[in-house]
């Protein structure tokens, strides 16, 4: 029978011995002279050491097993002591003398002390303390409080290496922090990890098995993570076969292991299957089973155990009975008797080992009792280890085979290849564009091998060309500047034909996006901003596809109004767009007031006044014949009782806001785009609104937004309820929400957002924005009781939705006395502040707008949309500093708004400051790299020099 017995902790570890032993081996095979890579390379011995004595003791079951500690302590706690050692000189060392010298050694010292005396102390501790078998483990250990000491040594290492970590990251660049930090993830996954599972497992917490578990995943993870981290962040020169090696040893591995543990489960069913079914025969033939020990027998009555006694004991083992007999009642009381078990003869002579066993219970009905078959341990170990043995020489097999034959294997078609490639690049940069390299394969690597002699061949070619044309540069240099300055002129003509284009179809676009709603129950506003930016004869304008259009309608029997809204977005980007934009905008008013002409009351329903519009504006469009198509989001909201008829035409999902929660109403798509064949049958859809309840319908342009702008890849958001979180975050409030949109990412696409508030003036107290109810407590002054201030905050609620009644019909003076006396009563109410503020910016009237917006950045000091147009207010009355430092908020809050870069920017150039405005001008043209302001407010800046 063999000494060593391999299972899967015995496997595990040495996949661990052997892929730490590899990284050694590697890391010292660098011949680099840099500290970091020479501390990582003892910290990884440390690990072999460690993991060796882990394989030791998982493949000797016997108690000289247990001295395996010797070496995990130690190679654990040197492990953990060059990993400090690692943090300090990675990526590279302290540039302050105090850091590098007495920081430096003083923390490495303790570290070391920790280690050389936690060693010591351990095997101070273990000389006379007699191992145990630990059953979850299936090995022999010292008892646990003895590594409770080390347990935490080791943590104390750990959270030293991160401290340096943490401080390091505040002393290197950008690039080198990220490379840091992922170093640091991937060293605290191999020892953060198993240090607390193993700290928690020597206070009893976790099992030995689970313990063994944790840390085969820990350590093979970490390792493969730090292996990938390392090659392709590491300034010492690695090669290119050196990657495939490193991945497909670690792959190999990860599957070895997991092939071992799957192979030992499967083993463990069926020792058990076969062993159990050979004790059960006992019962049919009184003969002591094959490689059983011993059988016993308790007399069982009514669940109760008795007296024990041995059937069968051919070896005359000194079996404990009355222990074992108070096991089996324990098992029986938690019904587990039936399950295989471990029985541990405890020998109370320290120069006798314990002699553990596996016993299979089965009762025996007949004569009422219960039967014990017991295994020597070893028999099982031998089982496992037929298996296990095999998937271990396999394992070892496979690493030779990738380790020796691979390079071998790829010599020809790979290396070789590329050491070709590499040295024709060198001969290319001495100046030698005679050289050619030999294709040894047709594969990716000839292919490349050829694409580079073409490469050398043309750069030749265009070398002996330019030469040619050297003697005549000056002439056809004058040629060409003739030519180009004549192209200029002709751009620049048809440039400004194009703006006077752009601008006139704004012109025509502006008016078509009418708020004529009236009603005094059901408030609109919509806040549209077209992507595409531009200047004419220096007036800003913009041009896009998206519109909005509210208006009132009656129906007959129905003295009430209905609200008709409108949220559309054409296809096709500026002219095309705009286009599409102006017909549904031409198309839908002159719909409007055919229909609420002169106070028509129309005759027919709502629902076949909605449906024969839908189909009037499908077929305009189609028309076009697929040429121009439009999104739409359109219906009606009766006045009093909320109930709404809309239809959806393959527009972004409307969304309603109620108490304090956003929730979307469809789900599904129903209808396509106007102008686009549809395999769908028409139908209304309908939905009843509660008062209080903010309907909002927009554009793609209000969640499609560039995450990551200026670089060179984009990242669309692709979370569709973020604009849910949007409406919450703002409480329900339009302009709230713009800031919400502006701040989350670059906007990519028009964006126009309708909101429809139902009843609002008469909802409940607690469906009212953030800022009414924060109000509530301070709208009337001390002394004043929560009643009166809850009227108080009713009747200044109740003068502002007049006063934005008012200005929807255009009556701006009677809106300004409405909205003035909203804030007389109520301070801290914010809505008539801010509207104030844009009635007065509205009017051109800048002075008059500034106290009116500071007042409501008192009260919301992060309002970036308020800040923005403070801002404008501030340059426009020539308070520069002021605007300079308005836009930096901005800036602050949303740094990708190109608006406020391009107004900053000018700020600066105002104020002077001409690095600052190249730095800001240059963050808006990444963004927007077309937008005519900023390339004027570019061409300011370089016409001086900056």
């Given amino acids: 029978m063999p000494s060593i017995y391999m299972n899967a902790w015995g496997i595990a570890t040495l996949v661990c011995c052997v892929f730490t032993l590899i990284l050694v081996v590697f890391l010292f095979s660098l011949n680099s002279r840099l500290w970091y890579t020479r501390a990582l390379a003892w910290m990884y011995i440390g690990a072999f050491v460690m993991d060796l004595g882990f394989f030791l003791g998982a493949v000797f079951p016997e108690p000289t097993g247990a001295y395996h500690r010797y070496l995990t302590v130690p190679g654990a706690l040197f492990g953990a002591f060059f990993l400090v050692q690692f943090a300090f000189a990675y990526p590279r060392k302290f540039e302050s003398k105090f850091a590098r010298v007495y920081i430096f050694w003083t ?152 092939m071992s543990t799957v192979v030992t489960l499967q083993q463990e069913k069926h020792f058990d299957q076969i062993h159990s079914k050979n004790s059960r025969e006992y019962l049919l033939n009184g003969e002591l089973p094959i490689d059983a020990a011993y059988v016993l027998s308790y007399p069982g009555r009514n669940s109760e155990i008795y007296d024990a006694r041995v059937l069968q004991n051919p070896d005359q083992i000194d079996i404990p009975l009355k222990e074992f007999q108070a096991e089996l009642v324990k098992s029986v009381a938690t019904g587990s008797f039936a399950d295989r078990q471990a029985r541990v003869i405890n020998r109370l002579d320290p120069d006798k080992d314990d002699v553990v066993y596996y016993s299979y219970f089965f009762r025996d009905h007949a004569d009422d009792r219960i039967i014990e078959v017991g295994y020597p341990y070893l028999i099982y170990r031998s089982f496992i280890d037929a298996t296990s043995r095999n998937i271990a020489y396999l394992a070892l097999a496979l690493v030779f085979v990738i380790l020796v034959l691979y390079p071998i294997f790829f010599s020809r078609s790979l290396v070789r290849p590329l050491n070709n490639l590499l040295e024709g690049v060198g001969e290319v940069n001495t100046g030698n564009l005679l050289v050619k390299i030999p294709v040894m394969v047709q594969d990716e690597i000839g292919y490349l091998s050829e694409s580079f002699n073409r490469m050398v061949r043309s750069i030749l070619d265009s070398k002996n060309k330019l030469q040619e044309h050297a003697d005549t540069l000056e002439e056809k240099v004058q040629e060409r500047t003739r030519d180009l300055n004549a192209k200029m002129e002709e751009v620049q003509a048809l440039k400004v034909q194009q703006d006077g284009d752009y601008f006139l179809t704004a012109l025509i676009n502006k008016p078509l996006m009418t708020n004529w709603n009236k009603s005094r129950y059901v408030g609109t506003e919509f806040y549209v901003e077209q992507k595409k930016k531009f200047a004419f004869r220096e007036r800003d304008s913009e041009l896009g596809g998206d519109i909005c259009i509210t208006g009132n309608l009656r129906f007959k029997d129905d003295s009430d109004r209905w609200v008709l809204f409108v949220n559309g977005d054409a296809m096709g980007k500026s002219m095309q767009g705009a286009g599409g934009a102006i017909v549904l905008g031409t198309s839908m008013n002159n719909i409007l007031s055919r229909s609420a002409g002169q106070n028509r009351v129309i005759e027919e329903s709502p629902e076949q006044w909605l449906t024969d519009v839908y189909f009037e504006l499908h077929n305009v469009f189609l028309t076009f014949d697929g040429m121009m198509m439009a999104s739409v989001a359109m219906g009606l909201i009766h006045e009093t009782t909320g109930r709404m008829i809309y239809i959806n035409a393959e527009h972004p999902w409307s969304a309603i806001y ?219 009355t020539r308070r520069f500093e002021d605007a300079r430092n308005a836009g930096e908020k901005v800036r602050e809050l949303q740094p990708h708004r190109t608006a406020n870069l391009i107004n900053l920017s000018d700020s600066y150039r105002v104020l002077g400051d001409a690095t600052r405005a190249r730095t800001v001008i240059d963050e808006a043209l990444q963004i927007e790299p077309d937008s005519r302001t900023a390339q004027q407010v570019d061409s300011l800046l370089k016409s001086k020099g900056h």
């Fill in 107 to 258: 923390v490495t010292g303790l570290c070391l002390l920790t280690a050389v005396g936690l060693s010591a102390l351990f095997i101070i501790q273990t000389i006379d303390t007699k191992p145990g078998f630990v059953l979850a483990g299936q090995l022999y250990n010292f008892p646990k409080d003895v590594g409770r000491s080390v347990a935490r040594g080791i943590l104390l290492e750990v959270f030293i290496f991160l401290i340096v970590a943490i401080v390091k990251c505040f002393h290197i660049t950008r690039e080198e922090r990220r490379t840091m930090i992922q170093m640091t993830i991937a060293l605290l996954l191999a020892t953060l990890g198993p240090g607390i599972v193993n700290l928690m497992h020597q206070r009893g917490a976790l099992s030995h098995e689970t313990f063994q578990q944790f840390f085969v995943l820990f350590t093979l993870v970490s390792y493969f993570v730090f292996t990938i981290v390392f090659i392709n962040n590491t300034v010492d020169r690695t090669s290119f076969m050196t990657k495939i090696l490193g991945i497909s040893v670690v792959t190999m591995l990860l599957v070895i292991q997991a």
């Fill in 658 to 876: 109620r108490d304090g929660k956003a929730f979307y109403i469809e789900n599904e798509l129903l209808l396509r785009k106007l102008g686009s064949p549809s395999e769908f049958e028409f139908q209304l859809q309908e939905h009843q609104l509660q008062s209080g309840d903010v309907l909002y319908a927009g554009s793609d342009g209000r969640e499609d937004l560039d995450m990551t702008p200026g670089e060179e890849k984009r990242t669309i958001n692709e979370d569709n309820d973020v604009f849910l979180r949007f409406i919450e975050t703002a409480g329900g409030d339009l302009a709230g929400v713009v800031d919400q949109v502006h701040g989350f990412g670059a906007i990519t696409d028009d964006l126009s957002i309708l909101r429809i508030g139902f009843q609002e003036a008469t909802a409940p107290m607690a469906a009212t924005s953030a800022q009414a109810k924060d109000g509530e407590a301070n709208a009337t002054g001390a002394g004043t009781s929560a009643g009166d201030s809850a009227d108080i905050l009713a009747q200044a609620r109740a003068k502002f939705a007049d006063g934005r009644r008012l200005l929807e019909n255009g009556d701006a003076d009677a809106a300004v006395a409405e909205l003035k006396a909203a804030t007389e009563l109520a301070p801290d109410y914010k809505d008539p502040l801010r509207m104030l503020g844009q009635v007065y910016y509205d009017r051109r009237e800048y002075a008059a707008a500034v106290p009116w917006f500071e007042s409501y950045l008192e009260l919301d000091n992060d309002a970036a949309n308020v800040w923005f147009l403070l801002s404008i207010c501030f340059k426009q």
